[in-house]
Structure formats: structure tokens, C-alpha cells
């Protein structure tokens, strides 16, 4: 019962006081036990009151603080942010240019050029400096793979330097396998730090030399008869011809008939030209490497009854892609005793030379039935 009747008591002086607050005001000034003190004392009493009604166990010190809870409710003043739903493409990746690269320029020495057993012969290629990086003194050639060909296993690259976008010739020297085949050699090029590297995109491609060796006991000339082109004033010719063809033929005769009567046991190329005033017959052979100190050997003549036979043969070499130079030519009729042609061929030693034997008509175009008996390269 003492909390409701505190309750009340407390009820009666707050009506007391807001009665107070209501009276009219005196114009005389109020004394210290005025209107103020009436309201400071019924202040006081309320607060007495109310802290007499606090529980005991109120807690304390620091975890009287109340932590406020932080509400969603969107500010006026700054923008609302909206997740963007596009996506930002990737960037794409950039192809950095190698340190070191090469791009092949150029070569000597075709591929599959055929060259005699134990034959020595250079190989060139022209490269181009297409990376980053200048090549100098402590770069080199280097052999990677396949068929060393006895060369050496590196060499240096230059003495100088290859800046990038300048070309350079590299150059080795060879020696033909004893044996018949195909043999290929690969090469790259190694820099200072013993890094070797070579064409492509990622600088990973060997260059190459490619060689078919010729046996010592097989005629160049006669076995690759069909791989020259034969033609003569009435154009291409087909290989093997047909005897009596009015525009020229080339026949392989494996015991021909020479006019001297005898029949010789080693084979021979039966070349008779266009049937004309002036004709002639060429066949132009696929590219061959000298060796140092060969020669050019052949037998030649007019077969058995060309009694009219009447020619000139001419052997020409055009080394390395240069002008077609005559290396020798012999006028020949059915009279002439057979002619033994010997060639020193030490001037093309190293170049890749393209040969063409020719017979062209002096008179007597019916008959000019001449041969080059086992022409060859020797040694």
C-alpha cells in the first residue's frame, strides 16, 4: 500500500504546481518564498520521489552507455548507389616481340640438291634480326639436330653487330655423307647467355640445309635425264621423246651404236634437235654443288649411219642464279674421230651450278643424230 499512496502524493503536488503556473502575476516584486521557490521545491520533491522508486541493482559505470543501432533508412542527401549489371570486357592480352628472333630472308642450295658422296659444299641463309635485342660478338650459329654433315658443332655469328630489322649472312661448310640418301642438318642461332633461338612467332623453328647424295657409280646427267627440261625452238619437249619427233627428242640408249662402228656398254643420251635450219636441243639440269677439283667428263660423237650428222655441242653452267656462262663447245661431224670432253670444273668449286647440255645443227638437220656417252662428274 506505500507505493500507491507515494504515487498519489506525487500526483497531488504536480497538479499543485501546474495550478501554481496558472495563478495571475503579482506586480510586486516576489519575495525569496515566492512563485520560484514554490516551484523549486516541488522539483525537489519530485525528483526525491522518483529516485526512491529506482531498483537497487541498476547497473553502473561504463555499461551504462547504450550502444544505438544503426537504422536503414536511406539519407536525403546523398545519391543511392545502384549495382551496375554490366560487365567490363577483359583487356585483351598484348604480344611482347621476343629479345631474340629470326626470320629466314633467303637461302643457297636449294633443298634436295644433289651432290656426289663425301662432296664439300656451302650452305648459306640470310636472316633478319626481327626481335628486340642487337646481336654482337658473343652470339653464334650452332648446329641442333639431324645430319652434321662434319661441320663444326658453332661459329660465331658476326664480329659486329645485327641490330634489329638488319639481315646477315651465315655460312657453313659442309661434306656430303659417303652413303646414298636424303640427309638434313637443323640450325639455330644461341646467344651470350648459351640461350639458343631461332624463327617463328616464339623464336622455337630451326633453318635447315637439305641434301640428296648421289652415288660415285651413277651418271648425274644420264639418271636425272627426265628431271631437266628439254626444249628447243618449237618449245618444251617431253622426256623421254619419240625418234624422228620433227621438234627434237632425248632417248636414253643403254648400248648405243657410235659411228666408228663399235657398240658401247655404258649408257648414253641420244639428243637430236629440232629438224630445222639452226635447231637445237637443250635440257637444262636441276642445281648441283661442285666439289673442289672436279670435273666435267663425257664421250661425244654422231651414232651409226647419221651420215650427215653435223653439230655443235656446247656445255653451259650458270652458278649461284648468275649469267649462263659457256664452259666449252665442240663442232663435230660423221667424219670427226669420237671426242673425249674433259672440264676442269675448279672455277664452280662451292656454288650450286645449274648445267644444260645443248646440240644445236650446223647442217644435215635429218641426220644429226648426236649422243653424250656417260656424261658425268668425276671425282
Given at each position: 500500500m506505500k507505493k500507491p499512496r507515494r504515487l498519489y502524493c506525487i500526483f497531488l503536488l504536480l497538479m499543485l504546481l501546474l495550478t501554481a503556473c496558472n495563478f495571475p502575476t503579482l506586480t510586486a516584486t516576489p519575495s525569496s518564498g515566492g512563485q520560484d521557490a514554490v516551484k523549486t521545491i516541488a522539483a525537489m520533491t519530485v525528483q526525491a520521489l522518483l529516485s526512491q522508486n529506482l531498483p537497487s541493482d541498476t547497473p553502473t559505470g561504463p555499461?551504462?552507455?547504450?550502444?544505438?543501432?544503426?537504422?536503414?533508412?536511406?539519407?536525403?542527401?546523398?545519391?543511392?548507389?545502384?549495382?551496375?549489371?554490366?560487365?567490363?570486357?577483359?583487356?585483351?592480352?598484348?604480344?611482347?616481340?621476343?629479345?631474340?628472333r629470326a626470320q629466314f630472308v633467303s637461302e643457297t642450295l636449294p633443298n634436295d640438291t644433289e651432290i656426289s658422296p663425301e662432296g664439300m659444299f656451302i650452305k648459306t641463309w640470310t636472316l633478319q634480326n626481327n626481335g628486340t635485342c642487337t646481336w654482337n660478338s658473343g652470339y653464334s650459329l650452332v648446329f641442333v639436330k639431324g645430319e652434321a654433315m662434319t661441320s663444326v658443332a658453332?661459329?660465331?655469328?658476326?664480329?659486329?653487330?645485327?641490330?634489329?630489322?638488319?639481315?646477315?649472312?651465315?655460312?657453313?661448310?659442309?661434306?656430303?655423307?659417303?652413303?646414298?640418301?636424303?640427309?638434313?642438318?637443323?640450325?639455330?642461332?644461341?646467344?651470350?647467355?648459351?640461350?639458343?633461338?631461332?624463327?617463328?612467332?616464339?623464336?622455337?623453328?630451326?633453318?635447315?640445309?637439305?641434301?640428296?647424295?648421289?652415288?660415285?657409280?651413277?651418271?648425274?646427267?644420264?639418271?636425272?635425264?627426265?628431271?631437266?627440261q628439254w626444249s628447243s625452238g618449237a618449245g618444251d619437249l617431253p622426256c623421254p621423246g619419240k625418234t624422228n619427233a620433227a621438234k627434237g627428242f632425248v632417248i636414253r640408249q643403254d648400248a648405243p651404236k657410235l659411228q666408228n662402228g663399235t657398240?658401247?656398254?655404258?649408257?648414253?643420251?641420244?639428243?637430236?634437235?629440232?629438224?630445222?635450219?639452226?635447231?637445237?636441243?637443250?635440257?637444262?639440269?636441276?642445281?648441283?654443288?661442285?666439289?673442289?677439283?672436279?670435273?666435267?667428263?663425257?664421250?661425244?660423237?654422231?651414232?651409226?649411219?647419221?651420215?650427215?650428222?653435223?653439230?655443235?655441242f656446247t656445255l653451259v653452267a650458270n652458278a649461284d642464279g648468275g649469267a649462263d656462262q659457256v664452259l666449252q663447245e665442240?663442232?663435230?661431224?660423221?667424219?670427226?674421230?669420237?671426242?673425249?670432253?674433259?672440264?676442269?670444273?675448279?672455277?664452280l668449286a662451292g656454288k650450286s651450278v645449274v648445267f644444260t647440255l645443248k646440240v644445236t645443227v650446223i647442217s644435215g638437220a635429218d641426220q644429226a643424230q648426236a649422243y653424250w656417252l656417260k656424261p658425268r662428274l668425276e671425282p
Open positions: 555499461q551504462d552507455t547504450l550502444t544505438s543501432v544503426p537504422t536503414n533508412t536511406p539519407n536525403p542527401t546523398q545519391p543511392t548507389i545502384v549495382p551496375s549489371t554490366t560487365q567490363t570486357p577483359p583487356t585483351a592480352a598484348v604480344t611482347q616481340t621476343p629479345c631474340d658453332s661459329q660465331q655469328l658476326t664480329t659486329s653487330t645485327v641490330t634489329p630489322g638488319q639481315t646477315i649472312q651465315v655460312s657453313v661448310n659442309l661434306k656430303a655423307p659417303s652413303s646414298d640418301g636424303t640427309y638434313r642438318g637443323d640450325w639455330m642461332l644461341r646467344d651470350g647467355n648459351g640461350v639458343s633461338f631461332g624463327l617463328g612467332t616464339d623464336a622455337s623453328s630451326s633453318f635447315w640445309v637439305q641434301i640428296k647424295v648421289m652415288g660415285s657409280k651413277v651418271s648425274y646427267f644420264i639418271d636425272n635425264m627426265c628431271a631437266a657398240t658401247d656398254n655404258e649408257p648414253a643420251l641420244w639428243t637430236n634437235p629440232q629438224s630445222t635450219a639452226n635447231g637445237f636441243i637443250a635440257g637444262k639440269y636441276p642445281a648441283i654443288t661442285i666439289n673442289s677439283g672436279q670435273h666435267f667428263k663425257a664421250v661425244i660423237g654422231c651414232l651409226l649411219d647419221a651420215k650427215n650428222c653435223n653439230v655443235k665442240w663442232s663435230l661431224n660423221y667424219a670427226s674421230p669420237i671426242t673425249n670432253a674433259d672440264i676442269d670444273l675448279s672455277s
